[in-house]
């Protein structure tokens, strides 16, 4: 099950950039892939994503929900394809005059694609991570990128890194 | 004596299995007629005492790769494996030839020597899709096939998606037509593309052609083949799990419905509390050892239609003192350095009727051979200094009009044969270098181990119809049988024959789904 870790800051203020990633419409113009977006209400949008192995392209139709909230500094987000599943964590705290975004996804391939999901996006998970990175970051002015396979967080409380490391350690990335 | 499970047959498919249930603390038990366990891994001093001859399996492409040699830390088990930096070469009757390479620019080099354009479209098609192959293929073996309704919704998704449903309805032959202009290009790649007995005018072989084309590799087991068998057995004990030989299982015990256990040839019986997985092909599985009377009559049918009629080969195990020279390394000294050597005439045309030669039961006159010489790569299989060589020839096993008996007054004489057409690739493979020979015909393929039924060392043919889905039948291709509790996982499951362990790994996690048993290895 690949999973992905990235921590970086933009230059916006919490609630502003709260207000971007919490638009569908305006952050799927961040996520790589994305060729068509339908809002189905305030916490539902179903999205039709293309990746490309080769030449040969993977469309996937996805369908986004936010599942729990808490304005401005968080959420949890699944997306579910026929043969995938995508948790999304997003986590914004202050950073000076910007806001620094802790990001988690979890990729998980589900029935008879399992494999060639995980495979794939194990393989592509780093590069797009970095690229909704570096997206959000040009879109409000960056400040330096870090896009790293499961990168350790930024130093928290003791209760929290252990919380952190045991999750990062049954949910490491597999090779095939 | 009651075991959890209990497999029959030690190929390495039934021991990959085994390992796997044994990790995930099941009480395992792996039964084996002959005195060795490994199947088709089989390396034997068949010649002279020091020259280790891989009877079956010689190149384990898939296994150092796969989740099975990581799983079963088979490395830490004995299992290692060399890479040879020349893989193969083809050499064409004009003595100019194709070195092959794992590195797309140098093959696409090697290419440009017949032609320009060709190399070019290799590099294209390398650019375009091996990072599919690559994606996809690892993945696709080594789990349950998909239904070929899922594959087509997928692929028709996009235009080249459905270029690739295209190629693969196609033969190897219309498929190179379309891709290359120099005959020379097309033997060298429709060699790759008949590697498991896939006739080059047979429709439908699927887009496993472009990794045919695209992916070289050649990796050989240290010691010769049975290591990995060795390996995988210590990985069984390590885990608690037992392997015995000498077991000659005579049937499978039946309670209504529910396979419960076996019976062996003397009379001796072991019960199996959780299931049975037979790692023997399906005609002495379901018609002798289960019989007919527990089966439904549609499967006895597809079982009973079950075939393996492709080509066999005839095969000589030379022991030598020293490795053949080749004319064409005049030209391509690389030629010499190849792990494998393959002379197959000159023309596409010249494949496609031997295939047909062979379909009507005539040993092909002319070179349709394969040379593998191990020991360049791997010393530790001859004494110093010295070389082991199989020479490959393709062959019928039955020959017209006696049949199979046909060998017995032709192995002798073909053999000579085929040692003259070599020698005339390379000179200096005269009497005088050749320590000892050991002549296996067809038939000598099926008696060394049956579930290579008439010598087809796939287990059942590689057909459209008996691939993927449709391995070993339809509605049955996902290890399951309609016994309660007997499972299948051999080389006549999916992906098919071949050394890769891809059945048992893959019969492993059906199992334990249904035992909600520990996947550990997810």
Same mark, same amino acid.
Not at chain 2, 412 to 418: D, N, T
């Given at each position: 099950?690949?999973?992905?870790?990235?921590?970086?800051?933009?230059?916006?203020?919490?609630?502003?950039?709260?207000?971007?990633?919490?638009?569908?419409?305006?952050?799927?113009?961040?996520?790589?892939?994305?060729?068509?977006?339908?809002?189905?209400?305030?916490?539902?949008?179903?999205?039709?994503?293309?990746?490309?192995?080769g030449v040969v392209p993977?469309?996937?139709?996805?369908?986004?929900?936010?599942?729990?909230?808490?304005?401005? *500094?968080?959420?949890?987000?699944?997306?579910?394809?026929? *043969?995938?599943?995508?948790?999304?964590?997003?986590?914004?705290?202050?950073?000076?005059?910007?806001?620094?975004?802790?990001?988690?996804?979890?990729?998980?391939?589900?029935?008879?694609?399992?494999?060639?999901?995980?495979?794939?996006?194990?393989?592509?998970?780093?590069?797009?991570?970095?690229?909704?990175?570096?997206?959000?970051?040009?879109?409000?002015?960056?400040?330096?990128?870090?896009?790293?396979?499961?990168?350790?967080?930024?130093?928290?409380?003791?209760?929290?890194?252990?919380?952190?490391?045991?999750?990062?350690?049954?949910?490491?990335?597999?090779?095939? | 004596?009651?075991?959890?499970?209990?497999?029959? @047959?030690? @190929?390495?498919?039934?021991?990959?299995?085994?390992?796997?249930?044994?990790?995930?603390?099941?009480?395992?038990?792996? /039964?084996?007629? #002959?005195?060795?366990?490994?199947?088709?891994?089989?390396?034997?001093?068949?010649?002279?005492?020091?020259?280790?001859?891989?009877?079956?399996?010689?190149?384990?492409?898939?296994?150092?790769?796969?989740?099975?040699?990581?799983?079963?830390?088979?490395?830490?088990? +004995?299992?290692?494996?060399?890479?040879?930096?020349?893989?193969?070469?083809?050499?064409?009757?004009?003595?100019?030839?194709?070195?092959?390479?794992?590195?797309?620019?140098?093959?696409?080099?090697?290419? =440009?020597?017949?032609? =320009?354009?060709?190399?070019?479209t290799?590099?294209q098609l390398?650019?375009d899709y091996?990072?599919f192959i690559?994606?996809?293929?690892?993945?696709?073996?080594?789990?349950?096939?998909?239904?070929p309704s899922?594959q087509s919704a997928e692929l028709e998704k996009s235009e080249e998606g459905r270029t690739m449903l295209q190629w693969q309805t196609m033969t190897p032959v219309q498929l190179l037509n379309e891709f290359f202009?120099?005959?020379?290009?097309?033997?060298?790649?429709?060699?790759?593309l008949?590697?498991?007995?896939? #006739?080059?005018?047979q429709f439908g072989q699927g887009w496993i052609q472009l990794f045919?084309i695209?992916?070289?590799?050649?990796?050989?087991?240290?010691?010769?083949?049975?290591?990995?068998?060795?390996?995988?057995?210590?990985?069984?004990?390590?885990?608690?799990?037992?392997?015995?030989?000498?077991?000659?299982?005579?049937?499978? /015990?039946?309670?209504?419905?529910?396979?419960?256990?076996?019976?062996?040839?003397? +009379?001796?019986?072991?019960?199996?509390?959780?299931?049975?997985?037979?790692?023997?092909?399906?005609?002495?599985?379901?018609?002798?050892?289960?019989?007919?009377?527990?089966?439904?009559?549609?499967?006895?049918?597809?079982?009973?239609?079950?075939? #393996?009629?492709?080509?066999?080969?005839?095969?000589?195990?030379?022991?030598?003192?020293?490795?053949?020279?080749?004319?064409?390394? #005049?030209?391509?000294? =690389?030629?010499?350095?190849?792990?494998?050597?393959?002379?197959?005439?000159?023309?596409?045309?010249?494949?496609?009727?031997?295939?047909?030669?062979?379909?009507?039961?005539?040993?092909?006159?002319?070179?349709?051979?394969?040379?593998?010489?191990?020991?360049?790569?791997?010393?530790?299989?001859?004494?110093? +200094?010295?070389?082991?060589?199989?020479?490959?020839?393709?062959?019928?096993?039955?020959?017209?009009?006696?049949?199979?008996?046909?060998?017995?007054?032709?192995?002798?004489?073909?053999?000579?044969?085929?040692?003259?057409?070599?020698?005339?690739?390379?000179?200096?493979?005269?009497?005088?270098?050749?320590?000892?020979?050991?002549?296996?015909?067809?038939?000598?393929?099926?008696?060394?181990?049956?579930?290579?039924?008439?010598?087809?060392?796939?287990?059942?043919?590689?057909?459209p119809?008996?691939?993927?889905?449709?391995?070993?039948?339809?509605?049955?291709?996902?290890?399951?049988?309609?016994?309660?509790?007997?499972?299948?996982?051999?080389?006549?499951?999916?992906?098919?024959?071949?050394?890769?362990?891809?059945?048992?790994?893959?019969? =492993?996690?059906?199992?334990?789904?249904?035992?909600? /048993?520990?996947?550990?290895?997810?």
């Open positions: 099950m690949p999973r992905r870790e990235a921590t970086f800051t933009v230059n916006a203020p919490p609630g502003e950039l709260w207000k971007f990633i919490r638009d569908f419409e305006s952050l799927c113009t961040c996520i790589p892939g994305v060729q068509k977006i339908k809002v189905v209400d305030d916490k539902t949008a179903e999205l039709t994503v293309k990746e490309k192995i993977m469309i996937l139709d996805l369908r986004a929900q936010i599942e729990s909230e808490d304005p401005p *500094h968080g959420l949890h987000a699944i997306a579910k394809a026929q *043969h995938l599943m995508m948790e999304i964590d997003v986590t914004l705290r202050p950073n000076g005059s910007g806001t620094e975004l802790l990001t988690v996804f979890d990729v998980k391939g589900e029935g008879q694609l399992k494999g060639i999901v995980d495979s794939l996006f194990e393989k592509r998970a780093t590069e797009r991570t970095a690229q909704f990175a570096d997206t959000l970051q040009s879109h409000f002015g960056a400040v330096a990128p870090a896009a790293t396979e499961a990168q350790a967080p930024k130093p928290e409380g003791l209760l929290n890194r252990l919380w952190r490391r045991l999750r990062g350690w049954f949910a490491r990335p597999r090779s095939d | 004596m009651t075991y959890d499970f209990i497999i029959i @047959g030690s @190929g390495h498919n039934g021991l990959a299995c085994a390992g796997y249930l044994a990790k995930a603390g099941s009480k395992v038990l792996v /039964l084996e007629r #002959a005195p060795r366990v490994g199947g088709a891994c089989h390396t034997e001093e068949v010649t002279l005492p020091g020259f280790k001859h891989n009877l079956c399996s010689v190149v384990h492409t898939h296994i150092p790769l796969s989740p099975v040699y990581r799983d079963l830390e088979l490395e830490r088990h +004995g299992v290692k494996y060399v890479y040879p930096e020349y893989l193969r070469s083809t050499i064409f009757p004009d003595h100019s030839s194709i070195v092959m390479y794992r590195e797309p620019e140098r093959m696409a080099a090697e290419i =440009a020597k017949f032609s =320009a354009r060709d190399a070019k290799f590099t390398y650019n091996a990072e690559d994606s996809t293929y690892l993945p696709l073996m080594y789990s349950p096939p998909l239904p899922l202009e120099s005959d020379q290009v097309k033997v060298h790649f429709l060699v790759r008949t590697v498991l007995g896939f #006739a080059p005018d045919r695209l992916k070289g590799e050649a990796p050989i087991c240290v010691g010769g083949s049975q290591q990995l068998a060795h390996g995988l057995r210590n990985a069984i004990e390590a885990a608690g799990g037992v392997v015995q030989t000498g077991m000659d299982v005579k049937r499978i /015990l039946m309670r209504g419905n529910r396979a419960v256990g076996v019976e062996m040839k003397d +009379g001796t019986r072991v019960e199996a509390a959780k299931a049975v997985i037979t790692n023997v092909e399906p005609k002495k599985t379901f018609l002798n050892m289960v019989g007919e009377e527990f089966l439904p009559s549609n499967f006895v049918t597809r079982v009973k239609n079950y075939h #393996a009629r492709g080509r066999s080969l005839f095969t000589l195990h030379l022991a030598l003192s020293e490795p053949p020279k080749y004319r064409a390394a #005049a030209t391509n000294p =690389a030629v010499n350095l190849g792990f494998s050597q393959e002379m197959f005439g000159g023309t596409i045309q010249d494949q496609v009727r031997a295939y047909q030669e062979i379909a009507a039961g005539r040993p092909v006159r002319n070179e349709m051979l394969q040379v593998p010489v191990p020991t360049l790569y791997d010393p530790s299989q001859a004494p110093a +200094g010295k070389h082991t060589a199989v020479v490959w020839q393709f062959a019928p096993f039955n020959v017209a009009p006696e049949g199979p008996e046909g060998w017995k007054k032709l192995k002798q004489e073909y053999a000579e044969h085929i040692m003259g057409l070599w020698r005339s690739y390379a000179p200096n493979m005269t009497p005088d270098k050749i320590l000892a020979m050991a002549i296996h015909d067809p038939t000598d393929t099926e008696r060394e181990n049956d579930n290579l039924v008439n010598g087809v060392d796939v287990v059942g043919d590689m057909t119809d008996q691939m993927g889905y449709f391995r070993p039948f339809a509605g049955w291709s996902n290890y399951r049988s309609p016994v309660d509790g007997l499972y299948m996982c051999g080389g006549f499951t999916h992906p098919g024959g071949g050394v890769h362990a891809g059945g048992g790994h893959n019969a =492993a996690g059906v199992i334990a789904e249904d035992f909600k /048993l520990n996947k550990w290895w997810e």
